[in-house]
């Protein structure tokens, strides 16, 4: 069964480096998605992606996030300058036309 | 008034009991709705996908929802402790061309063998 995947499973960094982290969709998809959940918090949107563009992005998608779709498999989340807060799970999600959304397995940033 | 509202849990049952999880919401152009599981630092895994008022069943688990009450509920019949992991709900409003989900706090069950 075709899934999302995600690398790294868990990131460490240091304060005001940059992180980029990777996911492949699931291949027929149209749609990509980056969401995140803070430890005990709800999932939270931050971005949605569709035709090479984003096509939302959310408070907490500031200047410091990027997202890119590289080639025809990878997408991307890069945070610029980490800050101790962006500490989470972060996962990718891919569907095909929006109504079901599949999520990968997650990376954990852990901001030091 | 939070846009999604779940209750956190715990919710503790003996298993092969018939366990009732439930989410209201507030924005009426929630047309879309979903019910994701969730195991311990892993991805949410998509579990049903309803669009319409009324019941949708897979398998054991059952997707009810009332739009008229701003209520939907995930019913798991014959509970196993496999089953035991956070059970998140997720909504979508039809306009939204992003197809961003918004999702509830999730209800941790723990189902005792």
């Known amino acids: 069964e075709p899934e999302v995947t995600q690398t790294p499973s868990h990131q460490v960094t240091q304060m005001g480096q940059e992180v980029i982290l990777r996911c492949v969709p699931i291949s027929n998809h149209l749609y990509f998605y980056w969401y995140r959940q803070i430890l005990g918090q709800k999932v939270e949107f931050l971005v949605s992606f569709y035709n090479n563009e984003i096509s939302e992005k959310s408070e907490i998608f500031d200047d410091q996030f990027s997202v890119e779709r590289p080639d025809g498999s990878n997408f991307t989340l890069k945070i610029r300058s980490t800050k101790l807060e962006d500490s989470a799970m972060y996962f990718c999600a891919s569907s095909d036309w929006g109504d079901t959304q599949y999520f990968g397995p997650g990376t954990r940033l852990t901001v030091l | 008034q939070k846009e999604v509202e779940q209750d956190p849990g715990p919710l503790s049952v003996p298993e092969g009991a018939i366990v009732s999880l439930n989410c209201t919401y507030s924005?009426?152009?929630?047309?879309?709705f979903m019910w994701y599981r969730q195991y311990s630092r892993k991805g949410p895994e998509l579990l049903m996908y309803t669009y319409s008022s009324g019941n949708k069943e897979d398998g054991r688990f059952t997707a009810q929802v009332d739009k008229s009450s701003k209520y939907i509920s995930l019913f798991i019949r014959d509970s196993q402790p496999s089953d035991s992991a956070t059970y998140l709900c997720a909504m979508r409003t039809r306009m939204d061309s992003s197809y961003k989900l918004i999702f509830g706090s999730g209800t941790r069950l723990l189902v005792r063998p």
């Open positions: 924005n009426s152009a929630f047309q879309y």
